[in-house]
């Protein structure tokens, strides 16, 4: 059967197979795991990744004013695979190496948020400030400055898979900014930050954390690796 080459045409054909292929008993246990704030068709991320991606690979990628169609229709519906499937898209489109992305990227973080879909989606705008390295300042200082919660978290965990290049100063100056709130998601992806950095440099994460009074499971998160 032909597929159109559209939006439209694309979603109608992941919905079909999702619904097909899907575990409505597994799909209840997802569905709580999340705390119910999204169907799902009850796919492991192994199956939809193993349907998605060879269809985009044989049908194609979009780009520009359609890739951001797509992703605005697969996330109109409730189901959390067709939000994982538009991002498996905006990663793929990565190679483009379109300086607007982020701006896609971004309209994801704060629709249908939650951390699975922020923190890949972080990742994903850590790949692009390393191609477009001059956005990232003005980008992830407005994130960190928002009343978005899952902006900030964006803001602190970008950095994730940089290693020896990440940009300490950044890293510290952004969870100082964010040291004194109560949010769990806030305190957690701080302390994530932080330990994920002393794999690099262990001595740097143990004096920032000495020098200043952090969240206790900012701390506690922060130093898991360090033998003290």
């Not at 932080?194 to 952090?214: A, D, I, M």
Request: proline letters at 4%; aromatic letters at 12%; one cysteine or more.
């Amino acid at each position: 059967m032909s597929i159109p080459n559209t939006a439209e045409g694309y979603l109608a054909h992941l919905k079909k197979v999702f619904t097909d292929r899907g575990d409505p008993v597994r799909a209840e246990g997802q569905m709580a795991y999340l705390r119910n704030q999204f169907e799902h068709y009850g796919l492991k991320a192994p199956e939809w990744v193993n349907i998605v991606k060879p269809f985009y690979r044989e049908n194609g990628l979009f780009s520009g004013e359609e890739l951001r169609k797509f992703a605005r229709l697969c996330f109109e519906d409730d189901h959390r695979e067709l939000h994982y499937a538009s991002i498996e898209m905006v990663q793929l489109a990565q190679k483009l190496k379109d300086p607007k992305l982020i701006q896609l990227i971004e309209w994801q973080m704060v629709h249908r948020s939650w951390w699975d879909t922020v923190d890949w989606l972080s990742k994903l705008a850590g790949i692009h400030f390393l191609q477009f390295p001059e956005q990232k300042i003005a980008i992830t200082n407005r994130w960190i400055e928002s009343d978005n919660l899952w902006l900030k978290r964006a803001a602190i965990i970008f950095q994730l898979l940089y290693r020896d290049k990440t940009d300490e100063a950044l890293l510290f100056d952004y969870i100082l900014r964010v040291k004194d709130s109560k949010e769990f998601f806030l305190q957690k992806a701080a302390g994530w930050a932080l330990r994920n950095y002393s794999r690099t440099n262990p001595e740097s994460v143990l004096t920032f954390t000495g020098n200043h009074k952090l969240a206790p499971l900012t701390v506690r998160e922060g130093l898991r690796l360090i033998k003290q």
